[in-house]
């Protein structure tokens, strides 16, 4: 079972319209959760990062929520353009024993924003 | 300004064939990695670097080598290739490991073993 699940694995929605991308994770210690954005043949491209202490962070249209009690995040998009089909990409970092960080990513949500 | 540079961009192998591919970064990063994309998975590291002539191994490094000479280039060598190396690789740099600073991907390798 993966240590990073996100939900829903593909989505649809109509231009205008706002959506909300799920991440639940188990991995320990937790240093920080960031959000992804990964368009087709791209890399992926940082949207947020956020600590333990953080609950939400913003970056123009894309807000991030994190609970670490429940350890789920959330990324909700407001009012959808078609440049936002992408898959979006939910990483956790955790603290390694040694020093340093390990990045556990999800398998990302597929959005396709059509007209 | 560059950020991160990934050569080829598409590559067709035959088993047992080696190549390498590269990696460049311009923003004087400490930190390079290694990443393997599969459908159905995360990102899965290979390898990285803390610095140059630091290397070690990520969760896959099996058939696999990398070097750092420099900070700027981080190449990832296929050994002998094999069908299950078929995966698109990213490469990513970032000033330091810590929290606070994102990774900067580059456009990925798609390598095709037939």
């Known amino acids: 079972k993966n240590q990073v699940e996100q939900s829903p694995q593909s989505l649809i929605i109509l231009e205008g319209k706002n959506c909300t991308l799920q991440c639940n994770y188990t991995v320990s210690p937790f240093s920080n959760l960031r959000w992804y954005k990964q368009d087709t043949g791209r890399g992926p491209v940082s949207l947020t990062i956020?600590?333990?202490?953080?609950n939400t962070k913003s970056n123009g249209r894309y807000t991030a929520t994190l609970d670490a009690d429940t350890k789920q995040s959330s990324l909700h998009i407001t009012a959808s353009q078609l440049s936002d089909s992408a898959s979006y990409i939910c990483v956790v970092s955790v603290i390694l024993t040694g020093g340093g960080n390990k990045l556990t990513f999800g398998t990302g949500t597929q959005l396709k924003v059509e007209l | 300004n560059a950020g991160v540079t990934q050569t080829p961009k598409f590559q067709v192998l035959k088993t047992g064939q080696s190549m390498t591919l590269q990696c460049a970064q311009d923003?004087?990063?400490?930190?390079m990695s290694w990443y393997r994309q599969d459908p159905g998975m995360g990102l899965r590291l290979i390898h990285y670097s803390v610095g140059a002539g630091i290397t070690d191994q990520g969760e896959v490094p099996n058939g696999y080598n990398v070097s750092r000479s420099t900070t700027e280039d981080f190449p990832l060598r296929l050994l002998s290739a094999a069908p299950s190396q078929t995966s698109v690789y990213f490469c990513?740099?970032?000033?330091?490991?810590?929290?606070?600073?994102?990774?900067?991907f580059g456009s990925g390798t798609r390598l095709t073993v037939v």
């Open positions: 923003m004087n990063h400490e930190y």
């Open positions: 956020m600590t333990f202490s953080e």
């Open positions: 990513a740099s970032s000033p330091y490991t810590e929290v606070g600073y994102g990774y900067t």
